[in-house]
């Protein structure tokens, strides 16, 4: 089945750095999703893309879809103790036999020291 | 706040114990989902409901049994469940049964197996 390469899996930066996770596929994606899952809750959606090369931003969190919709980034300006948790990607492909449901990513964990 | 409401939120029960996980969404959503969630690791998904038809079975051992009574309603019937089925258990929901849809998480269930 289609895998999902997510990177880092793991993230410590001190409160005000910057932080990026990867998300990598080895075939053309239809559209990705971010998700953020704060310690001991659930998955919350962040945001979709659909389009090539697209580019869309919630305040400090800025999110890309790679031209040619095989990877995605997620990046936060300026990190609060607030964005501690584990940040998933998920995708869909393009293959017409890939079915139509998502793939997770294997989530990069980041943690924020005050 | 969520808009998908599981119940219980966390169950403790014997090899030889017969339970149920509940799940409950008023959005008009029209898929349903099961997810298993291991710590550290990404959601699972188990099975799809599509117009409250099951889609998706992720050849999940028959000791799982989901049942969906009606639009809103979403059940996950355990019966002899091992020690390695110890995991928070996610149900979603998304207003169709596409990958290009968000979905939408409940708290989970947290259930250990003694």
């Known amino acids: 089945g289609q895998q999902v390469m997510q990177i880092p899996q793991y993230q410590h930066v001190q409160e005000g750095e910057d932080f990026t996770t990867y998300c990598n596929s080895s075939?053309?994606?239809?559209?990705i999703q971010w998700y953020k899952q704060r310690p001991g809750g659930h998955p919350v959606f962040l945001i979709q893309?659909?389009?090539?090369?697209e580019v869309k931003k919630q305040k400090r969190l800025t999110f890309q879809f790679g031209e040619a919709k095989k990877n995605s980034s997620l990046h936060i300006t300026a990190t609060q103790t607030t964005d501690v948790g584990t940040y998933f990607c998920?995708?869909?492909?393009?293959?017409?036999?890939?079915?139509?449901?998502?793939?997770f990513g294997g989530g990069t964990r980041l943690m924020v020291k005050p | 706040d969520t808009e998908v409401t599981q119940t219980p939120k966390h169950l403790v029960m014997g090899m030889t114990n017969k339970k149920s996980l509940k799940c409950e969404q008023h959005?008009?959503?029209?898929?349903m989902y099961w997810y298993k969630q291991k710590a550290k690791k990404p959601p699972e998904l188990m099975f799809v409901?599509?117009?409250?038809?099951?889609?998706i079975n992720e050849s999940v051992p028959s000791r799982f049994s989901p049942e969906c009574p009606n639009s809103s309603l979403l059940n996950l019937h355990l019966h002899a469940l091992q020690p390695e089925d110890s995991a928070l258990y996610l149900c979603?929901?998304?207003?169709?049964?596409?990958?290009?849809?968000?979905?939408?998480f409940g708290d989970g269930t947290r259930l250990s197996i003694l």
């Open positions: 959005m008009g959503h029209r898929a």
């Open positions: 893309l659909v389009k090539s090369g």
């Open positions: 075939t053309t994606l239809s559209n």
């Open positions: 979603a929901s998304s207003q169709g049964p596409f990958g290009n849809q968000p979905q939408h």
């Open positions: 998920a995708a869909l492909s393009a293959a017409h036999n890939a079915g139509n449901m998502l793939t």
């Open positions: 409901y599509s117009y409250e038809k099951l889609s």
